[in-house]
Nanobody, 116 residues
Framework: QVQPVESGGGLVQAGGSLRLSCLASGSGFLLSRLGWYRQAPGKQRDLVAEITSGGSTNYADSVKGRFTISKDNAKSTVYLQMNSLKPEDTAVYFC??????????WGKGTLVTVSS
């Protein structure tokens, strides 16, 4: 199995946008659940958004209406479009792939910093 690889993080001003990408190839990708999590300094890792193999999505209340998760099955890639960013969105963002057999694969994370 291949570890997911995130990209697209960086520094952005409040109100700005970023798009995160995660290459999450591996056997069973088409049947995998894909998710984005984030962890701020001193805090636990929390779910931001997830997308099922069928395309259903779920979002944390704090990002609803601002973030959009999507995937490209042909590229084995999941995206997180983040708009109207706030300083409290500052965190390391991690990609997760849960295989059809229940195994979890985590990326190393990408840092998003939102300045006020």
């Amino acid at each position: 199995q291949v570890q997911p690889v995130e990209s697209g993080g960086g520094l952005v001003q409040a109100g700005g946008s970023l798009r995160l990408s995660c290459l999450a190839s591996g056997s069973g990708f088409l049947l995998s659940r894909l998710g984005w999590y984030r962890q701020a300094p001193g805090k636990q890792r929390d779910l931001v958004a997830e997308i099922t193999s069928g395309g259903s999505t779920n979002y944390a209340d704090s990002v609803k209406g601002r973030f959009t998760i999507s995937k490209d099955n042909a590229k084995s890639t999941v995206y997180l479009q983040m708009n109207s960013l706030k300083p409290e969105d500052t965190a390391v963002y991690f990609c997760n792939r849960r295989s059809p057999w229940g195994s979890d694969y985590w990326g190393k994370g990408t840092l998003v910093t939102v300045s006020s």
